[in-house]
């Protein structure tokens, strides 16, 4: 008899809902009983709105609980574990019978996420047991030329999952044929896009999927050292890349004359971040790894000629090295057959913002918007209605609702003025105001801005002042003209990706929202009633029963009224903090 | 671009003088080590919270980076604070998706609980409040954390209620 395995989710979301005190409740109550299970920790499962998992999977099958709390787990243990009775009201998804939640499964296919919230992400032989450490085993022992991996990467049509969309194979190619002693490679994990997870989850469930594909990509190209540069905002992800590489050493997958192969050295190091957006760029990442200010610099010489510390180098995202075993080990075609013509295979997302099941999501390039939010998704929160879906962060843009049917795939995304980006996805209804989104990404690239190009630098600041005052009500005619002519400027004239994208979240929500920037200008108005100076609370005569409530709660005393009778908001006095409608329990105060 | 100034003395009259021993291993680590910089100024981040001004003096003199470097990286990296810190760091999360989800409440709320401002300390140097570009729990929106504690789908409410509990803690 197969022993009973039990999953607990552990990456950051999942402890920040509480499933460390759900593992502990589970092994203190396998400890006073005796029982004889298997309780495990793993990665990032997927299904982040049903936090905090846990994973039952016995002779019988497997169980997927969600949102378990302690008081759960207690009779989880007592009905499952003990009695055998899967309590089916709590089950979010069983290979055994259909769920609520079977939709958000449906259509995904895991490649880089294979290993997620399946293995222990602390134990490399969990790993190995999936195949792990197995494509580079045979590349080494069928002897395989760095010519014929690198050719496998490029037939597998792989495109850099960072965003650029640059063939991984090609860039492989260059730092192979460059010459020098020394060649690095680096694993780009600075993820500082704002509303994406998709690395995160990848470092924290399965962190040797990326080591074992940084060494192949090392193999190939003939580097002898290799930096994982993440962000020190992912504890957690470094402690258990650290904890990795240390097992990979251990087993010889790391260090000199690798898996006996003589002259095979490599050794990889994690490089915490600092806190800086534009280090994404890679010639800035490179400048931050030799302990400089994170400043890119001028291409040519591209990284693959003149790299860190001027040697050749080669960078790709974690995603992109993640996938790299898979196709090591299971051929080109197992790849190529995902996806489009020219987007070939899987592409990971972050869902988030107003969706019913946000998560980390692994879908075949191809499958259009429209499907990841209504499908997997399960549509908007609250049955509001869908407006705007906002890809690539700060450099992407927002793709409008008659848009959605816009497919997953780097050009046809590009086409509508928005980016694939490295994967945040974030979904927003008719209460998102879109001025104040484009607000929002300018005031964090004006932040994020090194400073070295004056039109990044300062054009992002006018561009921020100009959006400020509109979204204050203070819009005046011709704004939206010198938004666009500086946001041109500003693409032409900077040296970086972030300049050069910087203005895309203007310049989409221009284009297709154009008339909720006319309503701020004109009308002072916000159609998504958003945009707190253009709002008016009044009260509702026919609805308010002089309870006093409103006037007990405002900060500013804006509000007369005796008891019982109808309240009055004098309209000079409110600060528009708009605790009355908040408080006030019969509906009687108005948002216009 | 951000930009952040180092303390004037008379500010940091009533601090503590600092104990600059503790930054001796870190200093024999990575001294002569090439792209050691930011390393060394994590490490001394580490041990005091921030980056005091003597630090820098002495990391330069024992290590020969040159202060002008250090001050250049120190102020161009958002991790570096210039400044002493409260015992508890309050981080609430700007991301995008926390931003959709109205994470200006949430900073206003703790702003008018403690009565400080966003990067500011409290008088009792118990919390600093800081706003962070994302903490990559985004379906958890909004989220905030504290310390090594990250919490999520909170509403103004909850919170405050959250660093009340720790307030009272402390004074117990």
Known sequence: MKKTKVLVGLASCGIAAGANKVYEQLKALQKADKLDFELKKTGCIGMCYREPLVEIIDETGSYLYGEVNEEKAVEIFNKHLKLNEPIKDYIVKSDLFKTADDNFWDGQVKIALRNCGVIDPENINEYEERGGYHAIRNILNDKTSQEQVIQTVLDSGIRGRGGGGFPTGMKWRFAHKSNADTKYIICNADEGDPGAFMDRSLLEGDPHAVIEGLIIGAYAIGANEGIIYCRAEYPLAIKRLNIALNQAREKGYLGKNIMGIKGFNFDLYVKEGAGAFVCGEETALMASVEGERGMPRKRPPFPAEAGLWGKPTNINNVETFANIPYIILNGAESFSKYGTEKSKGTKVFALTGKIRHGGAVEVPMGISIRDIIFKLGGGITGDKKFKAVQLGGPSGGCIPEYLADTIVDYDSVNATGAIMGSGGMVVMDETTCMVDMARFFLDFTRKESCGKCTFCRMGTKRMLEILERITQGEGQEGDIEKLEELAYQIKDNSLCGLGQTAPNPVLTTIKYFRNEYEAHIKDKKCPAKSCKELLTYTVDPDKCTGCTVCAKNCPSNAIDGARKEVHFIRQDACIKCGMCFTKCKFDAIVLS | ?172
Request: with cysteine; hydrophobic share 40%; net charge neutral.
């Open chain 2, 1 to 172: 671009m951000r930009v952040k100034r180092i303390l004037q003395k008379k500010e940091i009259a009533s601090l503590q003088a600092v104990d600059l021993d503790l930054i001796d291993p870190l200093i024999e680590k990575y001294k002569n080590k090439k792209g050691n910089l930011i390393p060394i100024l994590q490490g001394t981040q580490d041990i005091y919270g921030y980056l005091p001004e003597e630090a820098f003096i002495k990391i330069s003199e024992l290590t020969g980076l040159k202060l002008n470097e250090m001050y250049g990286v120190a102020t161009f990296y958002t991790q570096f604070r210039l400044h002493p810190v409260g015992k508890h760091i309050i981080k609430v999360c700007h991301g995008t998706a926390c931003h959709v989800q109205n994470a200006t409440a949430i900073s206003e709320a703790i702003e008018e609980a403690l009565g400080i401002k966003d990067g500011e300390t409290t008088e009792d140097n118990l919390f600093t409040l800081e706003s962070v570009a994302c903490l990559g729990c985004c379906s958890l929106a909004p989220v905030m954390m504290i310390g090594e504690n990250t919490f999520g789908k909170l509403t103004s409410s909850q919170a405050v209620k959250i660093i009340k509990e720790i307030k009272i803690k402390e004074s117990n």
